[in-house]
């Protein structure tokens, strides 16, 4: 089973700028504990949850209370009041859990529930290719449970399996081979107009070979890609990343590099950790999302920093990002 089988669509979303009584009403009208916050191109960048508004303070410096069930109990009376306590001038942006963790449609929902477990966390957007197509809560996955009666395993084909062929792999051997080269005759006269078209022909066979390598190079980062959106932090890996963190520093480095990933894994590319921009821990997506989000619960309190540095400008362009684990002080 997985997160197509079990997630709820449509979904109800957000946009950076919504204020957040405009939030409260809508999770009240419709009974519902998060909206996804999009950007303008679709892209999930954060999510406004139930505890997010319960962790506001009103004017008089006292947290709300369970809004929603109070508002279950007499809606009529108690809406109003209610929503007239959360700061007006308060946007999406501000009150957002970012980065946010996604799941592609094809997750199993067991690797959905053992990241509910290990994170805490009660909701989480499902994607197809980046753009947001809809949401599996706790609630989603147990109403399933309760509907599915016992069948026995079934295998695809014969033997359990299917054979699946990589496109690159299938069209490879579609471009057609250079023409051979003229054998040279020992009595022609040599004209630098014969070494022009010389040139030309090895300077076009190097374009060739090079498209071949970057085409090559984008399916590599693209699969890359996928891979670490699809892959989650275990415990264990984040044990391992704290002993190498302390085996560095045991060297005398001050930082560590936690994960080195394709900027394309941000949601813009890899533009604001190139930019330097404050926000730019809400572009992570996948395993550099969780990465951040262990290092905030964890070791941020403890005085650590994570900093993101682009690493490669492959051709000039944005290449691979690198999250570091630093413990030396930010303007050592």
């Not at 957000?14 to 009240?28: F, G």
């Not at 009974?31 to 303070?57: C, F, H, Y």
């Not at 989480?124 to 809809?134: A, F, M, Q, S, Y």
Request: hydrophobic share 40%; glycine share 8%.
């Amino acid at each position: 089973m997985q997160a197509r089988d079990v997630m709820t669509k449509p979904v109800i979303t957000a946009t950076p700028d919504t204020d957040i009584r405009t939030i409260a009403a809508i999770m009240m009208e419709k009974q519902i504990g998060g909206l996804p916050v999009l950007d303008s191109s679709g892209v999930v960048i954060g999510i406004v949850t139930e505890g997010d508004l319960l962790r506001l303070k009103a004017p008089d410096e006292q947290k709300i209370h369970d809004w929603r069930l109070t508002l279950l109990l007499d809606p009529k009376t108690h809406a109003k009041p209610l929503l007239e306590k959360l700061e007006a001038n308060l946007t999406a942006r501000d009150v957002m859990s970012a980065p946010v963790m996604t799941v592609p449609d094809g997750a199993e929902v067991l690797e959905i529930c053992k990241m509910f477990v290990d994170t805490g966390i009660k909701r989480v957007p499902v994607t197809r290719e980046g753009r947001l197509i809809g949401i599996v809560s706790r609630s989603d996955i147990i109403a399933r449970i309760a509907q599915m009666k016992p069948e026995p395993p079934q295998g695809e084909g014969i033997f359990g399996w299917t054979l699946h062929l990589d496109p690159f792999d299938r069209d490879k051997d579609r471009t057609p081979p250079p023409p051979p080269a003229p054998e040279p005759r020992p009595d022609a006269v040599v004209t630098a107009a014969d070494f022009r078209l010389i040139a030309q022909d090895a300077a076009a066979k190097k374009m060739r070979q090079r498209a071949i390598q970057d085409h090559v190079k984008s399916d590599d980062r693209m699969a890359r890609v996928k891979q670490l959106i699809d892959t989650h932090l275990s415990e264990d890996e984040w044990l391992t990343v704290l002993q190498r963190s302390r085996d560095a520093a045991e060297r005398g480095e001050r930082e560590y590099l936690v994960l080195q990933f394709p900027a394309e894994l941000c949601s813009d590319g890899g533009r604001a950790i190139n930019v330097g921009e404050p926000g730019w821990p809400a572009t992570l997506r996948g395993e550099a999302a969780e990465t951040f989000l262990r290092y905030e619960r964890t070791l941020k309190d403890r005085g650590f920093h994570m900093i993101a540095r682009v690493l490669s400008f492959p051709n000039g362009y944005l290449g691979d990002i690198g999250l570091f684990l630093h413990w030396g002080g930010i303007m050592d």
